[in-house]
């Protein structure tokens, strides 16, 4: 399994970023797909997650300001960050899981992209 993000860069608190993250390599028909990100100095945390059932789930900061999608047909996960804030400045990675648990993926095989990095300025 092979990810790539792209589309990190600096910005100014307000403005708006999308990540992407090209996938490929993964074929189980049970799979979620997610991105993490890890701030300076903290742990990585989840931002959002497809679950295999196409549900999502956010974390509670990014609520309403953060967007996750999957085109399927092109195997790319994107992530739309809206209204952005200092504390929002980490390095961002994609993470597909495959197997595990239906529809969370727990306890499933995690995969991670080498990840991309957001910085927004006050």
């Known amino acids: 399994v092979k990810l790539v993000e792209s589309g990190g860069g600096s910005v100014h608190s307000g403005g708006s970023l999308r990540l992407s993250c090209a996938a490929s390599?993964?074929?189980?028909?049970?799979?979620?797909m997610s991105w993490f990100r890890q701030a300076p100095g903290k742990e990585r945390e989840g931002v959002a997650t497809?679950?295999?059932?196409?549900?999502?789930d956010y974390a509670d900061s990014v609520k309403g300001r953060f967007t996750i999608s999957q085109d399927r047909a092109k195997n790319i996960l994107y992530l739309q960050m809206n209204n952005l804030i200092p504390e929002d400045t980490a390095v961002y990675y994609c993470?597909?899981?495959?197997?595990?648990?239906?529809?969370?993926?727990?306890?499933?095989?995690?995969?991670w992209g080498e990840g991309t990095l957001v910085t927004i300025s006050s």
């Open positions: 497809i679950n295999s059932d196409g549900s999502i």
């Open positions: 993470s597909v899981v495959e197997g595990g648990y239906y529809p969370s993926c727990q306890d499933g095989l995690d995969y």
């Open positions: 390599g993964y074929s189980h028909p049970n799979y979620c």
